[in-house]
């Protein structure tokens, strides 16, 4: 899935986010909204990730949706 249907998706893929990132609250994962850049920035700052770590992590993610 590209992260145009992500964001487009966003309400349905909340649960599947918040299983793989337990640590994000519901407010967190509201501004995240679906948008890359957001994401791995909530990644950067809440688990203290190098920014490459991030992007590989979410492009994972969004690839397996």
């Known amino acids: 899935m590209n992260w145009d249907q992500i964001e487009g998706k966003w309400k349905e893929l909340m649960g599947k986010a918040r299983s793989s990132w337990g640590e994000f609250s519901d407010e967190e994962l509201d501004q ?29 993610w969004a690839r397996q949706q």
Do not use: S, T
């Not at 850049?37 to 590989?56: D, F, P, T």
């Open 32 to 60: 995240i909204a679906g948008k890359r850049e957001q994401l791995i920035g909530k990644l950067q700052q809440r688990y203290g990730l190098e920014r490459e770590e991030a992007e590989r992590q979410a492009d994972d």
